[in-house]
């Protein structure tokens, strides 16, 4: 049998909500505020009871109303749609299912709000309609179980790396490619590498809305899901220990790669990293989820709840995407002509009818370039998302060494001689 808590106001018996930001309890009917430590003394319990129909669904009782509330089993905060009285199902949080820490929530909903709609500004590829005519769905505010790891990784790396020589003298120009393979070897700790425990979130979009500031981080209470809904975590803590590796692994790789110096080029060849997590928190962080729908489709964000982080994916403009490449194709070759025609007039340029086609043809193919990575850039700012493949912002202390040698292959050498081009 499960049980829940009801936070309700000891002046009028009203719900209260906690206040983001605070370390307070408001009732948005009598005004009144309490701090939570004040009203643990006054906690109600009531018994739960599951839904036998529906072995997804559990079914809660409000203590307010006697209404019932179904929910997901991982559900741990929740509320009453009929009057609104929050529910914290305290079995949720108990033995291994209560978390270490809590980062409250700093930002309310009206303000999360205005984030999206600044979110929207400065994209240069959102439809003219979107701003204006997408409805906002749904804002709800979460606390979303998250896993954090310390451990350490421990890896090596291969780089092929080449250092370019030229020598001249009057006979001949030399160009000299030497190559080497520097291998690099060591360890690196980490602390508090977060990991979202929750099937019903989206990782790509957890990993998107760090960093969080842990300077926030808070003991545990349920004080603070008030006004929020919550759920447990219900990931396998290996496979979320599994991406905690996959991001120590592409720091410790980084790591090494900003150790290979005075080359020219270097490329990764071959790498490995093993990740031994030491200890494993497991916390409640705040998140706004935003729903918008324009032209009969749904779009999703998310809203870092302490920070103010938004990320998500805005609708593209396919004329936009046109006249965006167009045009920077066509400013880029206009000043590339320019480039030529003073050179020509000004500083005795002079070509054949062969240079005049080469020049002619690069132009052309730099202003495609040109034009290709504009919209690429316009293109990324509408897409928030992704994967987070280090864990740098989480990196405890210095990378360790035991490993650090540069060895040389072999080399090339092209000679030109002076009357050659």
């Known amino acids: 049998m499960a049980e829940i808590q009801n936070y309700q106001c000891p002046a009028c018996g009203a719900p209260l909500e906690y206040e983001a ?6 009732c948005p009917y009598c005004e009144s505020d309490f701090e939570i430590d004040e009203l643990k ?14 072995e997804n669904l559990v079914e809660l ?14 559900t741990a905060a929740t509320s009453c749609p009929y009057c609104n009285n929050t529910a914290v199902v305290t079995t949720q949080f108990k033995g291994e299912l209560k978390p270490d820490y809590i980062i409250p929530f700093a930002i309310k909903k009206e303000k999360a709000v205005l984030l999206l709609k600044e979110f929207y500004k400065g994209k240069p590829l959102l439809p003219k309609t979107f701003t204006s ?28 790396s080449e250092k370019h020589i030229t020598k001249q003298n009057s006979r001949e120009t030399v160009k000299i490619t030497r190559y080497y393979n520097c291998v690099r070897e060591g360890s690196m700790d980490f602390k508090m590498v977060p ?25 545990f209470s349920t004080g603070f899901l008030p006004g929020y809904l919550a759920d447990i975590r219900d990931e396998d803590g290996e496979d979320c220990a599994k991406r905690a590796a996959n991001r120590t692994a592409g720091s410790l790789q980084q790591a090494f790669y900003y150790t290979v110096s005075g080359y020219d080029s270097v490329s990764l060849s071959a790498g490995n990293a093993t990740f031994t997590s030491t200890v494993q928190h497991y916390g409640l962080l705040p998140v706004y989820l935003l729903n918008t ?28 995407s046109v006249a965006r490449f167009f045009k920077a194709f066509f400013i880029s070759a206009a000043i590339e002509a320019l480039i030529v025609f003073l050179g020509i007039k ?3 340029w002079s070509f054949d009818s062969d240079e005049a086609t080469m020049i002619l043809a690069g132009g052309s193919v730099l202003s495609l370039i040109i034009a290709i990575t504009s919209l690429s850039i316009a293109r990324s700012a509408m897409k928030t998302v992704s994967c987070a493949t280090d864990a740098t912002s989480y990196i405890s202390g210095h990378l360790n060494l035991r490993k650090n040698a540069d060895m040389f292959i072999n080399e090339t050498r092209v000679v030109i001689p002076k009357d050659e081009k």
């Open 21 to 26: 930001g605070t370390s307070k309890l408001h």
């Open 41 to 54: 003394s006054k906690e109600k319990e009531s018994v739960v009871e599951e839904n036998q129909e529906d």
């Open 61 to 74: 009782s409000c203590t307010a109303c006697g209404a019932k509330i179904v929910c997901q089993p991982t």
């Open 133 to 160: 005519e997408n409805s906002l769905q749904e804002v709800k505010g979460v606390y979303v179980p998250f896993y954090f790891f310390d451990g350490t990784a421990d890896g090596y790396a291969i780089f092929n």
């Open 195 to 219: 990991v979202d425990a929750s099937k019903q979130m989206d990782n790509n979009l957890m990993d998107s809305l760090e960093p969080f500031d842990y300077s926030g981080l808070k003991p």
């Open 293 to 320: 729908k324009w032209q009969d489709k749904m779009f999703s964000f998310a809203i870092n709840g302490q920070t103010g982080k938004t990320v998500g994916t805005l609708p593209i403009s396919a004329a936009k």
């Open 346 to 348: 000004f500083g005795d």
